[in-house]
């Protein structure tokens, strides 16, 4: 009985100090992949995102084609392929299902998805999401958006290759990653809301949703740092995700997290307006990563000249450090919240 219980004492130890050095591999190999999300390729997309030549990229409109031509051959220039039952990574979305808030009906258009398979757990589904439209041209002014959402907009394309290169290396990621810049966001979360309705993959099989929508500049309740992110409704369905977000900054990018906005008594409502919110509606645990409104919110001068590339730099980071815990866990987060 001695021998039986020295026996489990040593395997106990053994097994305590494998974790302990997967745990830390793991995060050796994200501060790794972290890394190559960098200021200079976030602010060389994001001038061409968010430039003139893309007339605002109002939904449906040729600059805003032109924009979506730009990320697609992005993600094929880093060999990223497109999401199932795409054509040339495009989701056609009709005129019929762009129904503005005033009820009109905008043009046709498109969310752009591509797609890192899985290792391991291939039809368990990550998303990452950003709007790339924004309100176009008023009056012969252009209204480029370039923290709205130029600034999400360019995170997943850095995300997306950052994932890429660990894949190319034999590191996972263990599911799969959808990365989906959806349409029609500021007329009513149409893009996403199609998406949910027209679902690439199964909603039942899409495990989490990370929105990235305005994360370049800094709002005037923190004048004095951009150092911090609003986390919205990361706890609303699921304590697992509260937790992942926690620590998955103090293992990355180590930013104040400011959670005043996601309580349900918030009166500026920024958990329903977003595209997180079509995702946490079908019950996938959802967060929405967000910077504030600032001065030049829905105006011509939300220009790029003004982003901080260096806060855009460490929210992207975060971002992708949570979705790198959520696809390589081991288990999938629980839905513990209606």
């Known amino acids: 009985m001695k021998n039986c219980f020295l026996i489990f004492i040593v395997f106990l130890f053994f097994s305590c100090a494998n974790s302990k050095a997967i745990d830390s591999r793991s995060d050796s190999l994200l501060n790794k992949y972290s890394k190559s999300i960098n200021e200079a390729d976030l602010r060389k997309h994001l001038y061409i995102i968010a430039s003139d030549s893309m007339e605002g990229r109002q939904t449906g409109s040729i600059g805003q084609k032109y924009a979506g031509r ?13 999401a199932a039952n795409t054509t040339d990574y495009l989701q056609f979305i009709p005129s019929s299902a762009l129904k503005t808030r005033g009820g009109q009906f905008l043009d046709s258009s498109e969310n752009i ?18 709007h790339y439209d924004h309100v176009g041209v008023k009056n012969g002014i252009i209204f480029n958006g370039a923290d709205d959402d130029g600034s999400g907009t360019v995170a997943l394309l850095e995300i997306a290759k950052a994932f890429k290169e660990a ?7 263990k599911r799969s990653i959808l990365f989906l810049h959806v349409t029609g966001e500021e007329h009513g979360l149409l893009g996403s ?22 994360i370049g500049r800094r709002d005037a309740d923190h004048s004095q740092s951009n150092n911090y992110v609003y986390v919205i409704g990361a ?7 509260l937790n992942i977000v926690i620590a998955a900054n103090e293992k990355s990018s180590k930013i104040d997290l400011d959670f005043r906005y ?13 595209d997180h919110y079509n995702f946490a509606k079908n019950g996938i645990p959802s967060v929405f990563f967000f910077n504030g409104v600032h001065a030049d919110y829905h105006k ?5 000249d003004k982003i901080e590339f260096d806060a855009l730099t460490k929210r992207s980071q975060l971002a992708f450090a949570v979705a790198w815990e959520l696809a390589n866990r081991e288990n999938r987060i629980t839905v513990d919240k209606k």
């Open 70 to 82: 730009y990320l697609i051959n992005q993600y094929k220039r880093n060999e990223i392929a497109p």
């Open 113 to 130: 998805a591509a797609f890192i398979k899985g290792s391991e757990k291939p039809d368990e589904i990550i998303v990452l999401s950003a």
């Open 167 to 173: 894949q190319k290396d034999g590191h996972g990621p």
């Open 193 to 214: 809301k199609f998406y949910s309705e027209n679902p690439l993959y199964p909603l039942e099989n899409t495990i989490s949703d990370i929105n990235i929508d305005m």
């Open 235 to 241: 706890e609303r369905l699921s304590t697992d995700l």
């Open 262 to 274: 996601t309580e349900n008594n918030d009166p500026s409502r920024y958990y329903t307006r977003s």
């Open 300 to 304: 011509s001068t939300d220009t790029v």
